[in-house]
């Protein structure tokens, strides 16, 4: 069984960064496209970014693009998400997830418990 554990959530002001991070354990991250969602109060969860295997290609939503950079370390088994020029709409909870391909929001996993960002104004 697969766990996620993502982590490097916290508070932080408009215009700010933050990194995330998603540790797999159970099966190799490796071969699987990768990605991240987040889920707002009151909404529904939403793609936020994908990559290939490899990390060769990626694909964003429109609302992070040029703000926001997914990567991965298949050695650490771990994906990445860096995150700046932060706003307050990117307040959420963050998820990683194996993808069914690297632009599609279908997943392979349960999911994790996410971690927290808040973005004050």
């Known amino acids: 069984q697969v766990q996620l554990v993502e982590s490097g959530g916290g508070l932080v002001q408009a215009g700010g960064s933050l990194r995330l991070s998603c540790a797999a354990s159970g099966r190799t991250i490796s071969s699987y496209a990768m990605g991240w969602f987040r889920q707002a109060p009151g909404k529904e969860r939403e793609f936020v970014a994908g990559?290939?295997?490899?990390?060769?290609?990626?694909s964003y939503a429109d609302s992070v693009k040029g703000r926001f950079t997914i990567s991965r370390d298949n050695a650490k088994n771990t994906v990445y998400l860096q995150m700046n020029s932060l706003k307050p709409d990117d307040t959420a909870v963050y998820y990683c997830n194996a993808l069914l391909s690297y632009k599609s929001s279908a997943t392979y996993w349960d999911w994790g418990q996410g971690t927290q960002v808040t973005v004050s104004s």
């Open positions: 990559m290939t295997l490899s990390g060769g290609t990626t």
